[in-house]
Protein backbone atom coordinates (compact mmCIF):
# COMPACT_ATOMS: atom_id res chain seq x y z
CA UNK A 1 0.00 0.00 0.00
CA UNK A 2 1.03 3.26 -0.49
CA UNK A 3 1.25 6.03 1.95
CA UNK A 4 2.77 9.08 0.98
CA UNK A 5 -0.73 10.74 0.90
CA UNK A 6 -1.21 9.57 4.58
CA UNK A 7 2.60 11.23 5.39
CA UNK A 8 1.18 14.25 3.57
CA UNK A 9 -2.04 15.19 4.94
CA UNK A 10 -0.80 14.54 8.29
CA UNK A 11 2.13 16.35 7.82
CA UNK A 12 -0.05 19.21 6.57
CA UNK A 13 -3.18 19.58 8.70
CA UNK A 14 -2.80 22.01 12.18
CA UNK A 15 -5.76 19.95 13.99
CA UNK A 16 -6.16 16.46 14.48
CA UNK A 17 -8.61 13.83 15.66
CA UNK A 18 -8.12 9.93 16.18
CA UNK A 19 -11.98 8.48 16.62
CA UNK A 20 -12.20 4.77 17.90
CA UNK A 21 -15.32 2.99 17.84
CA UNK A 22 -18.15 2.49 20.26
CA UNK A 23 -17.78 -0.38 22.81
CA UNK A 24 -13.75 0.12 22.24
CA UNK A 25 -11.24 -3.05 22.28
CA UNK A 26 -7.89 -2.97 22.54
CA UNK A 27 -7.24 -3.05 18.98
CA UNK A 28 -9.10 0.18 18.45
CA UNK A 29 -7.49 1.96 21.79
CA UNK A 30 -4.16 0.33 21.25
CA UNK A 31 -4.26 2.02 17.39
CA UNK A 32 -5.48 5.12 18.36
CA UNK A 33 -3.19 5.74 21.11
CA UNK A 34 -0.82 4.42 18.76
CA UNK A 35 -1.02 6.24 15.90
CA UNK A 36 -1.36 9.43 18.55
CA UNK A 37 2.29 8.53 19.94
CA UNK A 38 3.84 8.34 16.56
CA UNK A 39 2.40 12.01 14.92
CA UNK A 40 3.51 13.18 18.52
CA UNK A 41 6.80 12.07 18.15
CA UNK A 42 7.39 12.34 14.30
CA UNK A 43 5.53 15.78 13.44
CA UNK A 44 5.58 17.14 17.44
CA UNK A 45 1.53 17.65 16.88
CA UNK A 46 -1.01 16.94 19.38
CA UNK A 47 -4.01 15.22 18.25
CA UNK A 48 -7.48 14.60 20.05
CA UNK A 49 -8.72 10.94 20.72
CA UNK A 50 -12.12 10.81 20.93
CA UNK A 51 -13.97 7.52 22.82
CA UNK A 52 -17.89 7.32 22.20
CA UNK A 53 -17.98 5.25 25.00
CA UNK A 54 -16.65 4.06 28.60
CA UNK A 55 -12.83 2.65 27.79
CA UNK A 56 -12.90 -1.06 29.66
CA UNK A 57 -10.73 -0.91 32.82
CA UNK A 58 -8.33 -3.30 31.61
CA UNK A 59 -6.91 -1.22 29.25
CA UNK A 60 -6.28 1.79 31.28
CA UNK A 61 -2.52 0.74 31.32
CA UNK A 62 -2.24 2.00 27.49
CA UNK A 63 0.38 4.69 27.02
CA UNK A 64 -1.71 8.24 26.63
CA UNK A 65 -5.23 6.34 27.20
CA UNK A 66 -5.67 9.30 29.76
CA UNK A 67 -5.40 11.79 26.98
CA UNK A 68 -8.94 10.62 25.60
CA UNK A 69 -11.49 12.76 25.19
CA UNK A 70 -15.74 12.38 24.93
CA UNK A 71 -17.83 13.74 22.88
CA UNK A 72 -19.07 16.30 26.01
CA UNK A 73 -15.50 17.43 26.00
CA UNK A 74 -14.98 18.71 22.41
CA UNK A 75 -17.04 21.07 20.84
CA UNK A 76 -19.23 19.81 17.95
CA UNK A 77 -19.26 22.67 15.96
CA UNK A 78 -15.24 22.43 15.59
CA UNK A 79 -13.99 21.30 12.24
CA UNK A 80 -11.18 19.46 12.59
CA UNK A 81 -8.39 19.67 9.73
CA UNK A 82 -8.46 15.37 10.02
CA UNK A 83 -10.30 13.38 11.45
CA UNK A 84 -8.79 9.92 11.51
CA UNK A 85 -10.80 6.69 12.10
CA UNK A 86 -9.13 3.54 13.84
CA UNK A 87 -10.33 0.25 13.36
CA UNK A 88 -14.22 1.44 12.30
CA UNK A 89 -15.39 -0.50 10.18
CA UNK A 90 -18.70 1.05 9.46
CA UNK A 91 -19.51 4.77 10.13
CA UNK A 92 -22.19 4.60 12.70
CA UNK A 93 -19.63 2.36 14.99
CA UNK A 94 -18.71 6.44 15.73
CA UNK A 95 -22.09 7.30 16.90
CA UNK A 96 -22.83 11.42 17.07
CA UNK A 97 -18.49 10.94 16.43
CA UNK A 98 -19.94 11.09 12.68
CA UNK A 99 -20.38 15.16 13.49
CA UNK A 100 -17.16 16.13 13.28
CA UNK A 101 -15.96 13.18 10.29
CA UNK A 102 -18.46 14.85 8.14
CA UNK A 103 -17.27 18.40 8.95
CA UNK A 104 -13.26 17.31 8.78
CA UNK A 105 -11.67 19.21 5.89
CA UNK A 106 -10.06 15.83 5.23
CA UNK A 107 -10.52 12.35 6.25
CA UNK A 108 -8.63 8.92 6.64
CA UNK A 109 -10.19 5.44 7.56
CA UNK A 110 -7.80 2.67 8.59
CA UNK A 111 -8.91 -0.87 9.08
CA UNK A 112 -8.83 -4.80 8.78
CA UNK A 113 -12.60 -5.81 8.68
CA UNK A 114 -13.46 -6.92 5.05
CA UNK A 115 -16.84 -5.39 5.53
CA UNK A 116 -15.47 -1.80 5.16
CA UNK A 117 -16.71 -0.12 2.54
CA UNK A 118 -13.76 2.28 2.39
CA UNK A 119 -16.16 5.38 3.29
CA UNK A 120 -13.48 8.21 3.76
CA UNK A 121 -11.17 10.14 1.55
CA UNK A 122 -8.32 8.28 2.03
CA UNK A 123 -8.50 4.46 2.99
CA UNK A 124 -6.10 1.96 4.15
CA UNK A 125 -7.83 -1.41 4.67
CA UNK A 126 -6.54 -4.72 4.90
CA UNK A 127 -8.19 -7.47 5.35
CA UNK A 128 -5.65 -9.92 5.56
CA UNK A 129 -4.53 -7.80 8.66
CA UNK A 130 -4.98 -10.13 11.94
CA UNK A 131 -5.53 -6.02 13.13
CA UNK A 132 -5.82 -2.56 12.62
CA UNK A 133 -3.05 -2.69 15.38
CA UNK A 134 -0.73 -4.68 12.41
CA UNK A 135 -2.13 -2.28 9.35
CA UNK A 136 -0.51 0.84 11.24
CA UNK A 137 2.77 -0.41 11.98
CA UNK A 138 3.30 -1.56 8.35
CA UNK A 139 2.11 1.74 7.74
CA UNK A 140 4.72 3.40 10.39
CA UNK A 141 7.67 1.00 8.72
CA UNK A 142 6.58 2.56 5.03
CA UNK A 143 6.58 6.01 6.16
CA UNK A 144 9.83 5.94 7.54
CA UNK A 145 8.21 6.78 11.14
CA UNK A 146 10.67 6.49 14.54
CA UNK A 147 8.35 4.01 16.40
CA UNK A 148 8.82 4.49 20.32
CA UNK A 149 8.27 1.97 22.97
CA UNK A 150 5.26 3.77 23.77
CA UNK A 151 4.10 3.97 20.30
CA UNK A 152 5.25 -0.13 20.33
CA UNK A 153 3.37 -0.71 23.35
CA UNK A 154 -0.27 0.86 22.04
CA UNK A 155 0.27 -1.47 18.83
CA UNK A 156 1.57 -4.71 20.45
CA UNK A 157 -1.81 -4.46 22.31
CA UNK A 158 -3.95 -3.95 19.76
CA UNK A 159 -2.52 -7.09 17.68
CA UNK A 160 -2.32 -9.34 21.24
CA UNK A 161 -6.14 -8.37 21.96
CA UNK A 162 -7.30 -8.95 18.63
CA UNK A 163 -6.03 -12.06 18.04
CA UNK A 164 -6.99 -13.26 21.50
CA UNK A 165 -2.73 -13.42 22.29
CA UNK A 166 -2.24 -15.02 18.97
CA UNK A 167 -4.80 -18.23 19.08
CA UNK A 168 -7.73 -16.77 16.63
CA UNK A 169 -6.98 -17.76 12.83
CA UNK A 170 -6.18 -13.92 11.68
CA UNK A 171 -2.78 -14.69 13.04
CA UNK A 172 -0.96 -15.20 10.12
CA UNK A 173 3.23 -15.18 9.42
CA UNK A 174 3.49 -11.49 9.01
CA UNK A 175 1.78 -11.07 12.62
CA UNK A 176 4.58 -12.60 14.25
CA UNK A 177 7.18 -10.44 12.03
CA UNK A 178 5.27 -7.61 13.37
CA UNK A 179 5.14 -8.20 16.99
CA UNK A 180 8.87 -9.64 16.40
CA UNK A 181 10.13 -6.09 15.79
CA UNK A 182 7.65 -4.83 18.70
CA UNK A 183 9.52 -6.70 21.03
CA UNK A 184 13.05 -5.68 19.66
CA UNK A 185 11.86 -1.97 20.47
CA UNK A 186 11.46 -2.90 24.02
CA UNK A 187 7.96 -4.24 24.82
CA UNK A 188 7.83 -6.92 27.35
CA UNK A 189 5.07 -9.88 26.25
CA UNK A 190 4.60 -11.31 30.23
CA UNK A 191 4.36 -7.32 31.28
CA UNK A 192 1.47 -6.96 28.38
CA UNK A 193 -0.15 -10.39 29.20
CA UNK A 194 -0.31 -9.73 32.52
CA UNK A 195 -1.71 -6.20 32.70
CA UNK A 196 -4.19 -7.73 29.53
CA UNK A 197 -5.20 -11.08 31.10
CA UNK A 198 -4.17 -11.21 34.71
CA UNK A 199 -6.12 -8.35 36.25
CA UNK A 200 -9.76 -10.06 36.75
CA UNK A 201 -11.20 -8.60 40.02
CA UNK A 202 -11.76 -10.73 42.58
CA UNK A 203 -15.49 -10.35 42.61
CA UNK A 204 -15.67 -11.74 38.66
CA UNK A 205 -13.26 -14.80 39.85
CA UNK A 206 -15.10 -15.58 42.78
CA UNK A 207 -18.83 -15.31 41.09
CA UNK A 208 -17.18 -17.07 38.16
CA UNK A 209 -16.16 -19.70 40.20
CA UNK A 210 -20.28 -20.04 41.96
CA UNK A 211 -21.14 -20.18 38.28
CA UNK A 212 -19.10 -22.92 36.96
CA UNK A 213 -19.96 -25.11 40.03
CA UNK A 214 -23.56 -25.10 39.48
CA UNK A 215 -22.97 -26.01 35.97
CA UNK A 216 -25.36 -28.92 34.12
CA UNK A 217 -23.82 -31.25 31.73
CA UNK A 218 -26.33 -33.10 29.12
CA UNK A 219 -25.93 -35.92 26.76
CA UNK A 220 -22.30 -37.27 26.98
CA UNK A 221 -21.80 -34.10 28.48
CA UNK A 222 -21.41 -32.25 25.26
CA UNK A 223 -23.46 -29.57 26.37
CA UNK A 224 -22.49 -27.63 29.16
CA UNK A 225 -24.45 -24.84 30.61
CA UNK A 226 -25.27 -22.48 34.13
CA UNK A 227 -28.26 -19.99 35.03
CA UNK A 228 -27.96 -17.01 36.18
CA UNK A 229 -29.88 -15.34 39.00
CA UNK A 230 -30.25 -12.06 40.06
CA UNK A 231 -29.90 -12.74 43.66
CA UNK A 232 -26.43 -14.34 42.94
CA UNK A 233 -25.33 -11.56 41.22
CA UNK A 234 -26.69 -9.21 44.49
CA UNK A 235 -24.78 -11.66 46.69
CA UNK A 236 -21.55 -11.53 44.93
CA UNK A 237 -22.44 -7.89 44.08
CA UNK A 238 -21.08 -8.78 40.55
CA UNK A 239 -21.82 -6.47 37.64
CA UNK A 240 -22.28 -7.50 34.07
CA UNK A 241 -18.96 -6.88 33.81
CA UNK A 242 -18.60 -10.26 35.85
CA UNK A 243 -20.15 -12.36 32.73
CA UNK A 244 -17.19 -11.73 30.57
CA UNK A 245 -15.49 -15.26 29.34
CA UNK A 246 -18.15 -17.34 31.57
CA UNK A 247 -19.44 -19.01 28.62
CA UNK A 248 -15.96 -20.00 27.21
CA UNK A 249 -14.78 -21.32 30.59
CA UNK A 250 -17.75 -24.18 30.08
CA UNK A 251 -16.73 -24.35 26.18
CA UNK A 252 -13.17 -24.88 27.97
CA UNK A 253 -14.05 -28.17 29.47
CA UNK A 254 -12.58 -31.11 26.29
CA UNK A 255 -16.22 -32.78 26.52
CA UNK A 256 -17.86 -29.55 25.41
CA UNK A 257 -18.96 -29.15 22.23
CA UNK A 258 -21.76 -26.11 22.51
CA UNK A 259 -21.93 -24.71 25.75
CA UNK A 260 -24.35 -21.82 26.99
CA UNK A 261 -25.36 -19.15 29.87
CA UNK A 262 -28.60 -18.20 30.52
CA UNK A 263 -28.88 -14.99 32.82
CA UNK A 264 -32.22 -13.27 34.14
CA UNK A 265 -33.09 -9.86 33.41
CA UNK A 266 -35.56 -7.46 34.54
CA UNK A 267 -39.07 -8.16 34.01
CA UNK A 268 -39.01 -11.68 32.97
CA UNK A 269 -36.44 -11.69 30.24
CA UNK A 270 -33.34 -14.33 30.04
CA UNK A 271 -30.46 -13.50 27.94
CA UNK A 272 -28.27 -16.27 26.59
CA UNK A 273 -24.41 -16.04 25.42
CA UNK A 274 -23.80 -19.58 23.48
CA UNK A 275 -20.28 -20.23 22.45
CA UNK A 276 -19.49 -23.95 20.65
CA UNK A 277 -16.14 -25.33 18.96
CA UNK A 278 -17.66 -26.08 15.56
CA UNK A 279 -21.51 -25.57 15.58
CA UNK A 280 -22.90 -23.00 14.34
CA UNK A 281 -24.71 -21.39 17.37
CA UNK A 282 -25.44 -18.18 15.44
CA UNK A 283 -28.21 -19.99 13.64
CA UNK A 284 -29.22 -21.62 16.66
CA UNK A 285 -29.27 -17.97 18.18
CA UNK A 286 -31.07 -16.43 15.41
CA UNK A 287 -34.35 -19.15 16.07
CA UNK A 288 -34.88 -16.30 19.41
CA UNK A 289 -34.09 -13.11 17.11
CA UNK A 290 -30.71 -12.75 17.70
CA UNK A 291 -27.33 -13.85 16.38
CA UNK A 292 -23.80 -13.47 15.99
CA UNK A 293 -20.68 -15.65 15.30
CA UNK A 294 -20.79 -19.32 14.12
CA UNK A 295 -18.68 -20.14 17.54
CA UNK A 296 -19.99 -17.36 19.19
CA UNK A 297 -24.11 -15.71 19.69
CA UNK A 298 -26.10 -14.58 21.68
CA UNK A 299 -30.28 -13.66 22.07
CA UNK A 300 -32.69 -12.49 24.52
CA UNK A 301 -35.71 -14.84 25.30
CA UNK A 302 -38.86 -13.36 26.74
CA UNK A 303 -39.15 -16.22 28.99
CA UNK A 304 -37.99 -17.18 33.26
CA UNK A 305 -34.29 -18.79 33.23
CA UNK A 306 -35.41 -22.39 33.46
CA UNK A 307 -37.94 -21.93 30.56
CA UNK A 308 -35.79 -20.01 28.11
CA UNK A 309 -32.89 -22.85 29.28
CA UNK A 310 -35.16 -25.55 28.07
CA UNK A 311 -36.28 -24.33 24.56
CA UNK A 312 -32.53 -23.64 23.98
CA UNK A 313 -31.42 -27.19 25.00
CA UNK A 314 -34.89 -28.46 22.91
CA UNK A 315 -32.92 -26.46 19.89
CA UNK A 316 -29.55 -27.19 20.33
CA UNK A 317 -30.80 -31.08 20.16
CA UNK A 318 -32.52 -30.60 17.22
CA UNK A 319 -28.86 -30.29 15.59
CA UNK A 320 -25.94 -32.44 14.59
CA UNK A 321 -23.46 -30.97 17.26
MN1 LIG B 1 -9.82 -4.90 15.10
Redesign the pocket.
Given at each position: MDYSNLNDIIKSSKNILIVSHVNP?G??LGSMCGIYSAILDNFKKRSDMLVVSKVPAVYEFIPFIDNVKTLDDIDKSREYDLVINV?VAAIDRICDGKILFDKAKSTVNID?HKTNIAYADLNYIDPNAS??GEVLFGCFENMDWEISLDTAICLYTAILT?TGSFKFDNTRPGTFECVAKLVEIGVQPSDIYRKVYESDSKTLVMFQAHCVSKAKFLDDEKIAYTLVYRKDMEKFSAGDDCMEGLTEKLRAIVTTKVAFVAKEMKSGYTKVSMRSKSADVADICGVFGGGGHRLAAGCTIKAPVEEAAKKVLAEIRKREI
Open positions: DDTDHSTD
